[in-house]
């Protein structure tokens, strides 16, 4: 039932098992008589409940994996400022309340009681809770989601705080023995936790060869172990999912055990054990609880007042450091979104009889209205692309050819890195034209709440999920860097994201260091004889959503080994044989001006095609005015008398005189050169439309990567428009060179700095 009212509103709106509890429950087909004997038969609760507690104290055991309480060093000051002023308004509200309510409004004994809790619940922002929200939405590692992840830990740090600070008093004003064992055990139990429990689990880990799965014993003796934790929490009077929750804050996050231990024990889990926890609350509440007096009308204006100081303490701060308002308004509405841990809460205090059914009930429901209005709206207030957009014109068209080269690579994985590197020292780094190259390696989020994105070297061994593979990619670049002294720099990145949002953190960096070029990895990866060995449609996705929203240029790189073997530049083995087909567009042009800078380099051979349509030759004079034939033309003089250099004009009728010209390149070619989009009604490219597998690599891209071509394949895309510009205009180039002011080969004193509003990074 819950999965039928998730699925009909769609996947922004979250889980809606708090109301299938709430349908099946005391507030409607509770009532039922006949029906509530026959749902809930005697005995049929408890063992629901059974199911439920444990199911939680997993839920918090996964919670505790996930959480990086180091993530605490890394908080700006706007992460800690929002974070305290969103946990201490509504709470100082709430006091205020406290103190006021009762001197203008009687109460009832038992709402006397609920007073204060429903007053400062609403303080808090729990970090599990926030993440899953940020996770849910795909903006985990967006700046947004940064900011209030570390923002929501913040919070917790101070709830925690004040949880101390109300104890000590406690402890002062009562003089019983159980208020002092409450304080006391929380030290005795991470004691055992750290000098016992810890050294055991972290022995077994050892014990996992890297790149496999954990053995089932030793899964089942960390489930014992969890167990036993819960067992301890309870027998000191604590409850039980704080204690394996504490338990998995100890055990490391990510490979080689937490992610190994999150993956077994979330499918299960987030599948039946946790909704029911969820609807259990739902099942609790009773609606007809809520009745017409003072109490009702109090609850629910403290609430509201809590709600209100929780969305203003954030956002006045948001707005003092400058971030937008539309941005601000919705990290606002993050921070006062409820989930699972809140709920629980709401259930244990009223079990043990802190608030009323009454408050409970008016708590929950609120709870569902706030989370499900800010949801849907934080969906469609935030977009972490819309920064992209607004960004200068960044193409390696558009860009002095003398000045840097920045180049951004992206890595999946080792075989990622000698075609990549073949392709970085193709790009002829001199000391007058120098190269930075950002380094960014790309692991799916495992075993860890929140997403990373920080310079590798010299950082926590907990950035990488495995040392040693960092280390050797590491190597490489600095074996290309130290092989080019003085004319590269290499900066490298460690990106921990969820697939659904990496291409942000990609993004961010490319903006951030002004790259000219993003060069990704093709999602498919062949063996030595030819066949497709890996095929990873989350990478794929990657590509398309960088494609998109990229700040400057893409490649994507079809690796078929060629680059990164007998023909490797870095051990100067062999010259390195290019094939540069260009038809036309802006796609061609931006692969013309990287192409263009390959030419110095001594160990390239350059073959470049311009494949043309027979009747181009009625309309010579109009074709001689256009942008791609200057840029064909300007790039012609400029090489000729290079003997490495081979310009051909290829003469076609239609798609099969295409495919013939780019059949003769097949054995003499290492790596082939591309632009992504060209027009599919033109004659050159007729009947290839309705074979292309792979749209991101467009018509041509897609032929050379999906054929049984031996070379590698770099297509490229200049750099996206917010207008769709190349979807609306695909001929059209980006102004700078419409204008006529770009030249493939300018005069080394010239700059288009001043005139693009260019400015290195």
Known sequence: MSKGLSSSVGNIQGPYTDETGIILGRSFLGHIQVYSDKLFPPGGRLVLETFADIGFMFHMFILGINVDITLV???????????????????????????????????????????????????????????????????????????????????????????????????????????????????????????ALRPI?????????????????QFIFIVVIVLICGFLAQSLGQPPALGTFILGMAIPDGPPLGSALVYKLEIINSGLLVPAKFALSGLTMDLFSVKKGNAGAVYGVLIFFGYAGKFTGTLIPALYYRIPLRDAVSLSLIMCCRGIIEAVMYITMQEDGIIDSEAYALL?????????????????????????????????????????????????????????????????????????????NLMELKGRAAAVLEPTIGKSKKLTTSRSWSEQIANAFNLFAQHNHGCVFVQYFTSIAPYASMHDDICSVSLEQNTNIVIV??????????????????????????????????????????????????????????????????????????????LENPQIELTFIWLRPWDHMKYDDETEKTIDTQLVNQFRANTIGNQRVVYKEEMVNDAIGTTKVIRIIEDSCDLCIVGKYHDPDSQLLLGLTEWNECPELGIIGDMLATSDFRFSVLVVQQQPQEDKFMENHPFQTVSCCSSGKYSLYQDHSYSLNEDLGHSKF
């Open 201 to 217: 689990i972290l022995h077994l880990a050892k014990h996992i060869p890297e790149g496999q799965q954990m053995k089932e014993f």
């Open 521 to 598: 990895p093709f999602h498919k990866q062949w063996t030595i004889d030819g066949r497709v060995g890996v095929n990873s449609p989350s990478i794929r996705m990657v590509n398309l959503n960088v494609m998109q929203k990229a700040p400057c240029s893409v490649g994507i790189l079809v690796d078929r080994g060629q680059m990164a073997g007998r023909h490797s530049i870095l051990g100067g083995q062999s010259m390195l044989r290019i094939t540069m087909l260009f038809l036309g567009g802006a796609d061609d042009c931006e692969a013309l001006a990287y192409t263009s800078r390959l």
């Open 73 to 195: 060093r890394r908080a700006g000051n706007n992460a800690v400022v929002i974070g305290a002023t969103c946990f201490f308004l509504p709470l100082a509200i709430g006091i205020l309340a406290i103190l006021i309510v009762p001197h203008f409004v009687i109460l009832d004994e038992s709402a006397e009681t609920s007073l204060p809790f429903v007053a400062t619940i609403n303080a808090i922002s729990p970090f599990p809770v926030i993440t899953s929200l940020l996770s849910d939405l795909n903006i985990l590692n967006s700046e947004i989601g940064r900011i209030a992840t570390l923002a929501s830990l913040v919070c917790d740090i101070c709830q925690y705080l004040v949880s101390v600070v109300i104890g000590s008093v406690g402890l002062t004003l009562n003089s019983q023995a159980s208020v002092f064992w409450s304080i006391i055990w929380g030290p005795c139990f991470l004691i055992v936790i750290i000098f």
């Open 364 to 440: 929950l429901i609120s709870m569902l209205i706030v989370t499900g209005i800010a949801r849907p709206l934080i969906f469609h207030l935030y977009d972490p692309s819309a920064r992209y957009f607004h960004h200068q014109k960044s193409s390696i068209l558009c860009s002095d050819p003398f000045s840097e080269l920045r180049m951004l690579v992206c890595i999946h994985s080792e075989e990622n890195v000698p075609t990549l590197i073949s392709v970085l020292e193709a790009s002829t780094p001199q000391r007058r034209r120098p190269i930075a190259v950002f380094v960014l």
